[in-house]
């Protein structure tokens, strides 16, 4: 049934969360559509978070092989060869993901995101990159941005216990309701390849350490020509090297990158299963906020690390230089 | 962590036992991250079953699981996937007497997600006894939270107080309701307790059809139906003495609404024109056996949506409805009943009649969606933040099993950053020196020792406020009161009789100056009550009639993050509690930069245009409410 109203098989399901952020963002959740690219731990607990929250639907793309290295950290996936062999990560988690919401569709689609045309990203409300390669991510998003339609766009990463999410909305309308007033805000997003250019010397001090070690590790992947997290510790001397130049490139000293960071992160390839629940729950609410269009977005960097216990927002953009 | 710290953890986590205890919003998650973190050996205990409503979040369970032991069925659905990995399942209350001290001593440490105050104690009390590391957690909404207790290290989970649920003077509710949830507890534990409830049950309401003129005048009970009294003549009758008679005679008392804003008596002959009872013939024609439990009023009177706002007329129409419908079609129920949200009739009645009382006294109707949240005790709940906090647990639980003290922390899940942090990591304190439950600090009850029973003494103090489930009572070598299986027929006489008796009275008299000693055996509790006599008690202020105090008030207790935070269903209550406040000198956590905003102070709401929704707090938190009325 697709009426303007909730039917009454969601208003029964969806009842909790009505009560948090009301109904008519849970019509309006019903209608979107998520498109979810490279499925590992964190990825697959956003999108259990996404079909329970009752999107339209899920679009999942990973065309590779169900393997061991898969099955950790991956509770879509069940352990029994006989049942995985052959199939695509994506295949199975569709299958498991299905199971979590009955209205909600869930689909696969076949091969490389980054060939797609641009009109292939207008089917869609929400773009999610996860493991992306820096090529990718900026592929992509420049093409969310040229559509009229306004598709909002995340990246997400985990390495160790570490996690990164970038949120780009463009230009966001919403109200806030302050002192029993409602107040008109727009907050304006930069585009992926800002975000990740921005010169590092008016970056203020305090800022997320994580958010200079991954454009390290972004750039040692990319001009390796790696995949997402196909490095190790015997990496480590081409990363420093790689932090040296671009610490030298934008005048800052080597201290604002702590090594020990870059070695985590390069050798802690395994994602660490209490950090994708934390990292996933959080790029899930993120997108939630996004599509019902309550509550106020993260702008637009978020960083959670085990090791200290924060989850930071980070907002970097290049109005630091002006 | 290098490879050889990375080997150490995961033998940590490999050898570990671990007990969960609830298997519901927050536990269905944790065990998911617990066995895919390594975990091997979980246990759980869960006494509910699964309901429709869960599955929004508890995503191990499925439709067709509704009904069965949730317990249960989380180990099964976990098992699909780590098969290989040992899950007890236990589909039992944590209080029971089987889940004693020894129990716990066989766990490394106890992860609770529980949904009320009174089983938290009671696990904080065992793991306290038994000296296995708490790690406790809640959630509400988007608000989350974690902390670690480990005793001798670590506050326990009630060195801090943690408020009672809310409860509202007699008279609020009977005869002067300023907010709608008075109107709600009126309709609830008052008006459908009498109407369908326990007979024999005591109740504030009034039922006398007295003339105010003649007193002498045989009084009946208004709510005794006749044998073939016309079901909708009798739904008036109770209509007209509740909503117009009552108020009429509240009214005749002058001093009572002096300062207040009167009330206006409501009649069903203004608000209902009598042909609707002709039109309504569907009800009259039913065969007084026909037994439906999903009757339900609205689709009889055309309304079809639950977030719709009711006038008066249409909430005085569900209220005859459904008080026919309940004679007609549920008529062997009536006598047994207590209100359950899930019972949808019993929700329309008491929205109807709320709402009704709440326009006689000026004050703004709701919707059947947020009436039933307030009845009910609903708490709000969304996956993601359960989701977050599970990670959270599991990650606290590693340090605890590492004994890597100085790294354990509370988290806090914030819905707005505070200082840029969404998780907000805060070093625990250390116990409260004046703590009851785990530093023996002795207690001050201020009581009437000459009028006081000492039934109001176990009801209201001991197990109420102290949370004791099977308690003793001792006054020097006297035993006054105890409970248990092992007890012959003269003791429990015994018992009894003390019971009745006002405590100055009692065989070993409890006087000024007396001390008390009340013990839990299961729990392995024991606190001394200092007893000071007092004449006078405030009916508002001190309704109880006796003030219990002696333990430190958590610095953050005033009455705005007071009344944010809990009840039964209490979840993130530190949140707001654990912000800004003096800090004493004993306490180990620095002010730095890890101060929580009192998010519930900022009212940024942001919601687009045509959005109605408030967020519904706990119900007994109204004054909290942010609603636009329309």
Same mark, same amino acid.
């Given at each position: 049934?697709?009426?303007?109203?909730?039917?009454?098989?969601?208003?029964?399901?969806?009842?909790?969360?009505?009560?948090?952020?009301?109904?008519?963002?849970?019509?309006?959740?019903?209608?979107?559509?998520?498109?979810?690219?490279?499925?590992?731990?964190?990825?697959?607990?956003?999108?259990? @978070?996404?079909?329970?929250?009752?999107?339209?639907?899920?679009?999942?793309?990973?065309?590779?092989?169900?393997?061991?290295?898969?099955?950790?950290? @991956?509770?879509?996936?069940?352990?029994?060869?006989?049942?995985?062999?052959?199939?695509?990560?994506?295949?199975?988690?569709?299958?498991?993901?299905?199971?979590? @919401?009955?209205?909600?569709?869930?689909?696969?689609?076949?091969?490389?995101?980054?060939?797609? $045309?641009?009109?292939?990203?207008?089917?869609?409300?929400?773009?999610?990159?996860?493991?992306? $390669?820096?090529?990718?991510?900026?592929?992509?998003?420049?093409?969310?941005?040229?559509?009229?339609?306004?598709?909002?766009?995340?990246?997400?990463?985990?390495?160790?216990?570490?996690?990164?999410?970038?949120?780009?909305?463009?230009?966001?309308?919403?109200?806030?309701?302050?002192?029993?007033?409602?107040?008109?805000?727009?907050?304006?997003?930069?585009?992926?390849?800002?975000?990740?250019?921005?010169?590092?010397?008016?970056?203020?001090?305090?800022?997320?350490?994580?958010?200079?070690?991954?454009?390290?590790?972004?750039?040692?992947?990319?001009?390796?020509?790696?995949?997402?997290?196909?490095?190790?510790?015997?990496?480590?001397?081409?990363?420093?090297?790689?932090?040296?130049?671009?610490?030298?490139?934008?005048?800052?000293?080597?201290?604002?990158?702590?090594?020990?960071?870059?070695?985590?992160?390069?050798?802690?390839?395994?994602?660490?299963?209490?950090?994708?629940?934390?990292?996933?729950?959080?790029?899930?609410?993120?997108?939630?906020?996004?599509?019902?269009?309550?509550?106020?977005?993260?702008?637009?960097?978020?960083?959670?690390?085990?090791?200290?216990?924060?989850?930071?927002?980070?907002?970097?953009?290049?109005?630091?230089?002006? | 962590?290098?490879?050889?710290?990375?080997?150490?953890?995961?033998?940590?986590?490999?050898?570990?036992?671990?007990?969960?205890?609830?298997?519901?919003?927050?536990?269905?998650?944790?065990?998911?991250?617990?066995?895919?973190?390594?975990?091997?050996?979980?246990?759980?205990?869960?006494?509910? %079953?699964?309901?429709?409503?869960?599955? /929004?979040?508890?995503?191990?369970?499925?439709?067709? *699981?509704?009904?069965?032991?949730? !317990?249960?069925?989380?180990? &099964?659905?976990?098992?699909?996937?780590?098969?290989?990995?040992?899950?007890?399942?236990?589909?039992?209350?944590?209080?029971?007497?089987?889940?004693?001290?020894?129990?716990?001593?066989?766990?490394?440490?106890?992860?609770?997600?529980?949904? #009320?105050?009174?089983?938290?104690? *009671?696990?904080?009390?065992?793991?306290?006894?038994?000296?296995?590391?708490?790690?406790?957690?809640?959630?509400?909404?988007?608000?989350?939270?974690?902390?670690?207790?480990?005793?001798?290290?670590?506050?326990?989970?009630?060195?801090?107080?943690?408020?009672?649920?809310?409860?509202?003077?007699?008279?609020?509710?009977?005869?002067?309701?300023?907010?709608?949830?008075?109107?709600?507890?009126?309709?609830?534990?008052?008006?459908?307790?009498?109407?369908?409830?326990?007979?024999?049950?005591?109740?504030?309401?009034?039922?006398?059809?007295?003339?105010?003129?003649?007193?002498?005048?045989?009084?009946?009970?208004?709510?005794?139906?006749?044998?073939?009294?016309?079901?909708?003549?009798?739904?008036?009758?109770?209509?007209?003495?509740?909503?117009?008679? #009552?108020?009429?005679?509240?009214?005749?008392?002058?001093?009572?609404?002096?300062?207040? %804003?009167?009330?206006?008596?409501?009649?069903?002959?203004?608000?209902?024109?009598?042909?609707?009872?002709?039109?309504?013939?569907?009800?009259?024609?039913?065969?007084?056996?026909?037994?439906?439990? %999903?009757?339900?009023?609205?689709?009889?009177?055309?309304?079809?949506?639950?977030?719709?706002?009711?006038? =008066?007329?249409?909430?005085?129409?569900?209220?005859?409805?459904?008080?026919?419908?309940?004679?007609?079609?549920?008529?062997?129920?009536?006598?047994?009943?207590?209100?359950?949200?899930?019972?949808?009739?019993?929700?329309?009645?008491?929205?109807?009649? !709320?709402?009704?009382?709440?326009?006689?006294?000026?004050?703004?109707?709701?919707?059947?969606?947020?009436?039933?949240?307030?009845?009910? #005790?609903?708490?709000?709940?969304?996956?993601?933040?359960?989701?977050? +906090?599970?990670?959270?647990?599991?990650?606290?639980?590693?340090? +605890?099993?590492?004994?890597?003290?100085?790294?354990?922390?509370?988290?806090?899940?914030?819905?707005?950053?505070?200082?840029?942090?969404?998780?907000?990591?805060?070093?625990?304190?250390?116990?409260?020196?004046?703590?009851?439950?785990?530093?023996?600090?002795? =207690? +001050?009850?201020?009581?009437?020792?000459?009028?006081?029973?000492?039934?109001?003494?176990?009801?209201?103090?001991? %197990?109420?406020?102290?949370?004791?489930?099977?308690?003793?009572?001792?006054?020097?070598?006297?035993?006054?009161?105890?409970?248990? &299986?092992?007890?012959?027929?003269?003791?429990?006489?015994?018992? #009894?009789? /003390?019971?009745?008796?006002?405590?100055?009275?009692?065989?070993?008299?409890?006087?000024?100056?007396?001390?008390?000693?009340?013990?839990?055996?299961?729990?392995?509790?024991?606190?001394?009550? /200092?007893?000071?006599?007092?004449?006078?008690?405030?009916?508002?202020?001190?309704?109880?009639?006796?003030?219990?105090?002696?333990?430190?008030?958590?610095?953050?207790?005033?009455?705005?993050?007071?009344?944010?935070?809990?009840?039964? /269903?209490?979840? !993130?209550?530190?949140?707001?509690?654990?912000?800004?406040?003096?800090?004493?000198?004993?306490?180990?956590?620095?002010?730095?930069?890890?101060?929580?905003?009192?998010?519930?102070?900022?009212?940024?709401?942001?919601?687009?245009?045509?959005?109605?929704?408030?967020?519904?707090?706990?119900?007994?938190?109204?004054?909290?409410?942010?609603?636009?009325?329309?």
């Amino acid at each position: 049934m697709d009426g303007e109203e909730l039917t009454e098989q969601e208003t029964a399901l969806y009842d909790r969360q009505i009560r948090v952020w009301g109904a008519n963002a849970q019509r309006r959740l019903t209608k979107s559509h998520i498109l979810v690219s490279g499925i590992k731990g964190t990825v697959a607990e956003f999108c259990k @978070n996404i079909v329970l929250a009752g999107v339209g639907s899920v679009t999942l793309m990973d065309d590779s092989l169900v393997n061991e290295e898969a099955l950790n950290a @991956n509770f879509l996936i069940p352990p029994d060869e006989n049942a995985y062999r052959g199939k695509t990560v994506a295949e199975i988690c569709c299958d498991s993901l299905k199971d979590f @919401n009955p209205m909600v569709l869930v689909s696969v689609e076949k091969g490389d995101l980054s060939a797609r $045309s641009t009109e292939f990203f207008e089917k869609f409300d929400v773009v999610v990159i996860g493991y992306g $390669s820096l090529a990718t991510k900026k592929a992509v998003n420049e093409k969310c941005r040229k559509l009229s339609k306004r598709v909002a766009f995340y990246t997400v990463d985990c390495r160790d216990s570490c996690g990164e999410i970038f949120v780009d909305l463009q230009d966001y309308k919403y109200t806030k309701k302050k002192l029993e007033e409602k107040v008109e805000c727009e907050l304006n997003f930069p585009s992926f390849q800002e975000a990740v250019s921005v010169p590092w010397k008016p970056i203020p001090r305090r800022t997320a350490k994580l958010y200079f070690a991954m454009r390290v590790i972004e750039v040692f992947e990319e001009n390796e020509g790696r995949k997402h997290g196909e490095c190790s510790l015997l990496d480590l001397p081409t990363v420093l090297e790689i932090k040296k130049k671009l610490c030298e490139a934008n005048s800052v000293s080597e201290s604002l990158v702590p090594d020990s960071l870059l070695e985590r992160l390069i050798s802690g390839t395994i994602e660490f299963p209490p950090a994708c629940a934390i990292v996933g729950g959080i790029l899930a609410q993120e997108v939630i906020k996004a599509v019902s269009g309550k509550g106020e977005p993260l702008k637009n960097f978020f960083y959670y690390d085990a090791q200290d216990g924060k989850g930071v927002m980070e907002d970097i953009s290049n109005s630091f230089t002006s | 962590m290098d490879t050889q710290q990375q080997q150490q953890q995961q033998s940590f986590i490999q050898g570990a036992k671990v007990l969960m205890v609830g298997a519901g919003g927050i536990g269905c998650e944790l065990l998911k991250t617990l066995a895919l973190s390594g975990f091997q050996d979980i246990h759980i205990i869960d006494m509910d %079953t699964i309901e429709v409503s869960n599955l /929004n979040r508890q995503f191990l369970f499925r439709r067709s *699981h509704v009904g069965q032991s949730k !317990a249960k069925v989380a180990r &099964d659905a976990v098992l699909r996937f780590r098969p290989h990995i040992n899950i007890r399942s236990y589909h039992a209350n944590v209080k029971n007497p089987e889940f004693d001290v020894d129990f716990f001593k066989q766990f490394d440490v106890v992860l609770n997600g529980l949904d #009320n105050l009174d089983a938290r104690r *009671h696990v904080n009390r065992l793991c306290l006894a038994a000296d296995v590391p708490l790690v406790e957690s809640g959630t509400t909404g988007f608000l989350g939270q974690v902390t670690v207790h480990v005793k001798g290290k670590t506050e326990c989970y009630e060195c801090q107080t943690k408020p009672a649920p809310k409860t509202y003077p007699v008279c609020t509710i009977t005869s002067t309701p300023t907010k709608f949830v008075h109107c709600i507890v009126w309709a609830k534990d008052l008006l459908f307790a009498k109407l369908f409830g326990d007979k024999n049950q005591d109740n504030d309401l009034n039922v006398r059809a007295n003339n105010a003129a003649s007193s002498s005048k045989e009084t009946e009970d208004v709510f005794e139906r006749a044998e073939d009294e016309d079901i909708d003549q009798y739904g008036r009758k109770i209509y007209d003495h509740v909503f117009g008679y #009552n108020i009429e005679a509240a009214l005749s008392n002058e001093e009572t609404w002096k300062n207040r %804003t009167r009330p206006r008596p409501i009649y069903s002959k203004e608000v209902l024109p009598e042909s609707l009872s002709q039109q309504n013939g569907t009800t009259q024609n039913c065969s007084a056996t026909d037994d439906d439990s %999903t009757v339900s009023a609205m689709p009889l009177l055309g309304l079809k949506n639950p977030q719709e706002l009711w006038g =008066l007329t249409q909430n005085s129409l569900v209220f005859i409805e459904a008080l026919k419908l309940f004679f007609a079609k549920r008529k062997k129920e009536i006598g047994h009943l207590t209100f359950d949200k899930d019972d949808q009739l019993a929700v329309e009645f008491v929205t109807a009649a !709320a709402n009704i009382r709440a326009e006689s006294f000026g004050i703004p109707l709701h919707s059947l969606f947020e009436a039933k949240g307030i009845a009910g #005790n609903i708490v709000h709940a969304v996956a993601t933040t359960n989701a977050i +906090v599970a990670g959270l647990i599991v990650i606290e639980a590693i340090k +605890v099993l590492k004994k890597d003290a100085d790294k354990y922390r509370m988290t806090y899940c914030l819905e707005h950053p505070s200082r840029k942090m969404l998780l907000m990591p805060v070093e625990p304190f250390e116990p409260n020196p004046a703590c009851y439950v785990c530093s023996k600090t002795p =207690l +001050v009850l201020e009581i009437n020792t000459q009028k006081s029973k000492l039934r109001d003494l176990v009801d209201k103090i001991v %197990t109420a406020k102290l949370g004791m489930n099977l308690p003793l009572i001792m006054h020097g070598a006297s035993l006054l009161y105890e409970v248990g &299986d092992d007890l012959d027929d003269i003791m429990v006489a015994n018992y #009894n009789a /003390n019971l009745e008796k006002s405590l100055s009275e009692l065989p070993s008299p409890v006087i000024n100056g007396s001390i008390l000693t009340v013990e839990d055996l299961q729990q392995e509790l024991s606190c001394k009550i /200092n007893v000071k006599h007092r004449e006078e008690f405030d009916e508002e202020k001190e309704p109880e009639g006796m003030v219990l105090s002696g333990w430190t008030q958590s610095p953050a207790t005033n009455g705005e993050s007071a009344s944010t935070s809990n009840n039964e /269903n209490e979840k !993130a209550v530190d949140v707001t509690e654990s912000s800004s406040g003096p800090e004493m000198a004993s306490k180990k956590r620095r002010l730095s930069e890890t101060q929580p905003e009192n998010d519930k102070k900022e009212t940024e709401n942001v919601e687009s245009d045509d959005d109605e929704i408030m967020e519904i707090e706990n119900p007994v938190m109204v004054s909290k409410k942010k609603k636009r009325v329309e």
